[in-house]
């Protein structure tokens, strides 16, 4: 079973930075795509960016210009570099896999990421 441990949550303030981690283990060379969600205190889970094996990228409105997805297949670990962080990026963010079904069905436990002054 493919595990996902994220790290690199923290406080930070408007306008700063910060890189969140997601190490995959036990299988994670399986991971197709890998995606970053978030969800915000009554929100529903939303994508913020993906990433295909060969490095293909995408992102939510919300985010593009200012977060930016990698990953390294080696090492099986993703990233997400998010700079210019407002209020409104305040939320769990978490790490998927998507598995042999399309879906994604790998899951981290989740980081939190508070920006407020």
């Known amino acids: 079973q493919v595990q996902l441990v994220e790290s690199g949550g923290d406080l930070v303030q408007p306008g700063g930075s910060l890189k969140l981690s997601c190490a995959a283990s036990l299988g994670g060379s399986r991971i197709a795509n890998m995606a970053w969600f978030r969800q915000a205190p009554g929100k529903q889970r939303e994508v913020v960016a993906q990433?295909?094996?060969?490095?293909?990228?995408s992102y939510a409105a919300a985010v593009k210009g200012r977060f930016t997805i990698s990953r390294d297949n080696s090492r099986n670990t993703v990233w997400l570099q998010m700079n210019s962080l407002k209020p409104d990026d305040t939320a769990v963010y978490y790490c998927?896999?998507?598995?042999?079904?399309?879906?994604?069905?790998?899951w981290g436990q989740g980081t939190q990421v508070t920006v407020s002054s």
């Open positions: 990433i295909s094996r060969s490095a293909v990228s």
């Open positions: 998927s896999g998507q598995g042999g079904s399309g879906q994604y069905d790998y």
